[in-house]
């Protein structure tokens, strides 16, 4: 019996040294090296930019040039346009399972008008009610859906999506060879369509200085209907005029959600989970 006893004790003792002289070797084995400041300042780290699904609101200001399409044609110019303001509201996010598309909406107070050419030869220009030159005033609601590419204080975008408007007023200058009775100068006629929807785009790009983005566009706006009936010289003989226009716009947008990083309903679901035990998706 003292034998067993003897042996058992042996046995410990040198399993007891061994797990010691093991934890130690590996310790040394892992223990991390003692770099010098020269060293690590060469070290370069990578971080991955993840980008959540967080919502815009902004304002944005442009200016630009328009012109109407007409049928028949006409020799035109085109207007410059100083007014373009609205507010707007992007939602970022996931699509077809890939990141970085976005739905854009807003409310705009804009511009949009002709102007045809004088012709010398004849001394002639080509009027509408009397008028070489009109500018009406809109208001308009695109939906735009938008592509963009991201990094960390910088973003790339195109969009594209419809609009509808309403038109408010009209203004029509006589010219040189026009006449504008007072009664049409800031009035529409009952062939003047009001009503105005079309197609929107454009490409832009955005330096993002968080929680504020300042984004620059470029786009262009056609409209879909008419200015005036159709018919409305001739049942027989069709006339048509779609406006169309070039707008330079700059925008200041602020983040309502987190742009990166984890946002306060991930950190919520992460703590339930750590309480709660429930397995992660």
């Known amino acids: 019996m003292k034998r067993l006893i003897s042996i058992i004790l042996i046995l410990s003792a040198y399993t007891t040294v061994y797990a010691q002289e093991t934890i130690g070797s590996l310790a040394n084995r892992y223990a991390p090296e003692t770099y010098t400041d020269e060293f690590l300042d060469t070290v370069t780290v990578k971080k991955t930019l993840v980008v959540n699904d967080y919502s815009l609101i902004g304002v944005q200001y442009g200016a630009g040039l328009s012109q109407v399409y007409w049928n028949p044609s006409q020799e035109q110019e085109m207007v410059f346009i100083p007014t373009n303001f609205g507010v707007t509201y992007t939602k970022y996010g996931q699509m077809f399972g890939m990141p970085f598309f976005a739905l854009k909406a807003g409310v705009f107070y804009t511009q949009e008008g002709y102007q045809f050419k004088y012709n010398e030869e004849y001394d002639y220009t080509y009027t509408i ?6 500018i009406l005033d809109v208001v308009e609601v695109p939906m735009l859906f938008q592509v963009h590419i991201d990094s960390w204080n910088f973003k790339i975008m195109a969009e594209v999506g419809f609009y509808g408007g309403y ?5 029509r200058f006589p010219g040189k060879t ?3 009775s007072q009664s049409k100068e800031f009035s529409f006629t009952d062939t003047d369509r009001r009503m105005d929807y079309g197609i929107k785009g454009g490409v832009g790009m955005g330096l993002i200085f968080d929680p504020i983005e300042v984004h620059f566009n470029v786009s262009y706006k056609h409209s879909l209907s008419s200015l005036y009936e159709p018919d409305h010289a001739s049942q027989y003989y069709y006339r048509y005029a779609y406006p169309m226009n070039i707008i330079v716009s700059a925008g200041v947008h602020y983040q309502i959600s987190k742009r990166t990083g984890k946002t306060k309903a991930a950190l919520k679901k992460e703590a339930k989970e750590m309480v709660y035990g429930i397995e992660r998706n």
Not at 129 to 134: C, F, S, V, W
Not at 167 to 171: N, T
């Open 178 to 180: 026009g006449h504008v």
């Open 167 to 171: 038109r408010l007023g009209i203004h």
């Open 129 to 134: 009610e009397g008028a070489e030159k009109a």
